[in-house]
Each structure stands twice: as structure tokens, then as C-alpha cells.
């Protein structure tokens, strides 16, 4: 079993920025890729930002490029979502998530964090 924990969550301005952290516990050699997800009020599931563990495949959702950025340390088993120029619109429950294969869709994701609440007001 693998654990997540994420933090940095919290309420901020539009136009602010915010990191997130996840780290992960137990059996952490077998996660091949990270990320994160995000899920609004009323709404899916949608994938944000993934990251495998030799940071040579980054992937983004459209609505996300060139404001988040996604990484990963490996010696702490934690990945790291640098959210930039933040829109009310991002407002969600962010996730971590871990996984043995490529993270592409919720359904290729093993584990999950317990989420962190990220508000952004206009």
C-alpha cells in the first residue's frame, strides 16, 4: 500500500499563486508516475497535471498550461504542483494521486490522497 499526503491548500486572491505538496509512504517503489487531480462542487473528476518519475514526461490539462507546473522529488517520494496566476475557475478539491503506469485518466490511478481544498476568490 502506498499513502498520500498532500498540503498547501488554501484561500487566496485571483492572480495569487499557490504549491501544493504531496508525499508519499509505504510501498513507494512501486509508483511509476504522480499527480493530480482536481474536482469542483457538482462536478467530475478531471485530470490536472501528471508527472513520471524520471520527470521526462509532463503532461497538462488545456486549462492549465503555462500557469501549473508539476514536479517531483524522488529521495522524498513528493510531488509538487506550483500554481501560478490562479483564476476563481480553479477553485476545487485538488488530489494527489499515484499510480504504477502512466496517469492519464481517474481509472489509471491506484491510490489518492484524502484532498486539499484550494479557493480562489475574484
Known amino acids: 500500500q502506498v499513502q498520500l499526503v498532500e498540503s498547501g491548500g488554501g484561500l487566496v486572491q485571483a492572480g495569487d499563486s499557490l504549491r501544493l505538496s504531496c508525499a508519499a509512504s509505504g510501498r513507494t517503489a512501486s509508483i511509476y508516475s504522480m499527480g493530480w487531480f482536481r474536482q469542483a462542487p457538482g462536478k467530475e473528476r478531471d485530470f490536472v497535471a501528471a508527472i513520471n518519475r524520471s520527470s521526462s514526461n509532463k503532461r497538462y490539462a488545456d486549462s492549465v498550461k503555462g500557469r501549473f507546473a508539476i514536479s517531483i522529488d524522488n529521495a522524498k517520494n513528493t510531488v509538487f504542483l506550483q500554481m501560478n496566476s490562479l483564476k476563481p475557475e480553479d477553485t476545487a478539491v485538488y488530489y494527489c494521486?499515484?499510480?504504477?503506469?502512466?496517469?492519464?485518466?481517474?481509472?489509471?490511478?491506484?491510490?489518492w490522497g484524502q484532498g486539499t481544498q484550494v479557493t480562489v476568490s475574484s
Open positions: 494521486a499515484a499510480s504504477p503506469r502512466t496517469i492519464v485518466f481517474p481509472y489509471d490511478v491506484t491510490y
